[in-house]
């Protein structure tokens, strides 16, 4: 089965500082990997994610992520945080039985805090 | 375009009721999902449907039923709730496993 690790549960940042999330997974084939984000009493948006290809990929709101299947990683980064970035951010990996989708297996969430 | 709804939007339950959360997507996705989200757990599957007339379990399906008549909705039901299965209750859809899942609003269940 597959399983997501986010390492870090809180990290806080300065606004205008730059950010790397951490995440690292578990699956036996090539991984569909997923950031979301949650703002405080909202449902997931998605940032960005990782099928194939190029092994760093863009997102929304300047976000971008580096697949390295040699570290098992798809770590979050973005250059400059803004307040508006503080909330709950979510790694995920989606699986496959064969028979179909079988769900995302999301990490435990890293809580963002942007210090002014 | 709506996307996904979610009904209600929060609810308070005696244990021992049955209940059940619906959940409807208006973007004639394949595929749909229920998770259930605890503080310092992150989101976990209770069950999930690849396509209409289908269903399977996820990491946490006990005391949860599902089903799926047809593509638009596919209805949560707690036969008998119990104070563990207080919650936020979120339902995603997508077209694949190679696409990405839109998440619902969440239902907010608290079982007393």
């Known amino acids: 089965a597959q399983s997501v690790t986010q390492p870090d549960i809180h990290i806080t940042v300065s606004e205008g500082a730059s950010l790397e999330l951490r995440c690292n997974y578990s699956?036996?084939?090539?991984?569909?990997l997923f950031w979301y984000v949650q703002s405080p009493g909202q449902g997931l948006q998605l940032l960005l994610k990782?099928?194939?290809?190029?092994?760093l990929v863009q997102g929304i709101k300047g976000f971008e992520a580096e697949f390295k299947r040699s570290q098992s990683s798809f770590n979050l980064r973005k250059p400059s945080v803004h307040w508006s970035d503080a909330a709950e951010y979510f790694c995920?990996?989606?699986?496959?039985?064969?028979?179909?989708?079988?769900?995302?297996?999301f990490g435990k969430g890293t809580h963002l805090i942007i210090q002014p | 375009i709506a996307g996904i709804t979610q009904a209600p939007t929060s609810q308070i339950l005696a244990a021992g009721r049955r209940m059940t959360l619906r959940c409807t997507q208006d973007?004639?996705?394949?595929?749909m999902y229920w998770y259930r989200q605890d503080l310092g757990l992150g989101l976990r599957l209770i069950h999930y449907?690849?396509?209409?007339?289908?269903?399977g379990k996820g990491e946490v399906p006990d005391g949860y039923s599902v089903s799926r008549a047809n593509t638009d909705d596919f209805p949560l039901t707690l036969a008998s709730a119990v104070p563990s299965q207080t919650s936020v209750y979120f339902c995603?859809?997508?077209?694949?496993?190679?696409?990405?899942?839109?998440f619902g609003p969440g239902t907010r269940l608290t079982v007393l």
């Open positions: 699956y036996g084939a090539t991984p569909y």
């Open positions: 995603a859809s997508s077209d694949s496993i190679a696409d990405t899942q839109y």
């Open positions: 973007m004639r996705h394949n595929a």
């Open positions: 990782y099928f194939s290809g190029d092994t």
């Open positions: 449907s690849n396509t209409a007339g289908t269903t």
């Open positions: 995920a990996v989606a699986g496959y039985s064969g028979g179909g989708a079988d769900g995302l297996t």
